[in-house]
């Protein structure tokens, strides 16, 4: 009966949760506590803790991991990361860690995610249709989550802000220091570069300024044709990649080097393409 009960058993060690945003470290979060032997659970967890939360209990019950991080189900709508508040009233001991990164990197990134899905849902949900104003809609969420979450916190003692920007290990370890040993294997997954006041810069792993505009352009490009037919049918009759870019230039689309157009006029056929074909579907549907 001992062995049936154990993995459901709770131990009272305090937890550690990371809260901020999805694409602000989470995986190297996880990496860095793995590495250390403790126990991570991500986006897997996301529906049990909704479930316990729901059922006003213990919001870890059932579940025996140490880190619990990328706390979210975008399908489902369901962001376990926006509720720290439920989570700090049920379990006050919890170690709470804000992930954050400078913003336009972390919209470059976002819109990335999942090819550009996750940004679809997003919109499909919020009802926006164009890219700028969801870029609009996830800054100013972005500046008002992060105030609010520090200003519940800054008289708890319970909140470490983990910046990808300019990397502490060493706060982080001593955040978590008398419950949790990450010295042990203090290597953050990062590539990291040393600063003269003992913090950590991942500069070198990020990707540099001239490629976060041209692939944000990419992606209003990419919904500007979505949301007109012909245009799609129009790029998806061209052979000549360079001139898939020169018409998004014609049409006010930055994409800037003829390096990266190249590499990505492949990908805007393709899209255009998939768009065409969903619309003859749709209008057959509709005859």
Do not use: C
Not at 123 to 151: C, N, P, S
Not at 197 to 207: F, N, P, S, T
Request: net charge positive; hydrophobic share 35%.
């Amino acid at each position: 009966m001992k062995s049936f009960l154990r993995p459901f058993q709770q131990s009272r060690k305090p937890k550690v949760v990371q809260i901020g945003f999805n694409k602000t470290g989470t995986t190297s979060l996880a990496h860095f506590f793995r590495q250390n032997n403790y126990k991570t659970k991500g986006v897997e967890a996301s529906l049990l803790i909704f479930k316990n939360l729901q059922a006003d209990s213990d919001p870890f019950f059932g579940m025996n991991a140490d880190l619990y991080q990328d706390l979210e189900n975008h399908n489902l709508g369901i962001y376990i990361w926006r509720r720290y508040r439920e989570l700090y009233d049920r379990r006050p001991d919890t170690y709470f860690i804000l992930t954050t990164r400078e913003v336009d990197g972390w919209i470059n990134s976002r819109l990335r995610h999942n090819s550009g899905r996750y940004a679809e849902i997003e919109m499909r949900r919020r009802g926006i249709r164009d890219v700028d104003e969801l870029v609009k809609t996830w800054k100013d969420d972005f500046a008002a989550y992060h105030y609010e979450a520090q200003e519940f916190f800054k008289d708890k003692g319970k909140l470490y802000v983990h910046s990808l920007d300019q990397l502490d290990v060493p706060g982080l370890i001593n955040f978590v220091s008398d419950d949790y040993d990450l010295s042990r294997n203090p290597n953050y997954p990062w590539k990291r570069v040393l600063l003269a006041d003992g913090r950590y810069d991942v500069a070198v792993k990020q990707r540099s300024k001239s490629m976060e505009k041209p692939d944000f352009e990419i992606q209003r490009f990419i919904q500007h044709i979505r949301h007109n037919p012909e245009l799609a049918g129009q790029i998806a009759s061209i052979d000549d990649d360079e001139k898939i870019i020169q018409l998004a230039h014609s049409l006010g689309f930055n994409i800037s080097t003829i390096d990266l157009a190249m590499k990505v006029s492949g990908r805007i056929k393709l899209k255009a393409r998939r768009i065409l074909r969903n619309q003859i579907i749709l209008n057959n549907i509709r005859i």
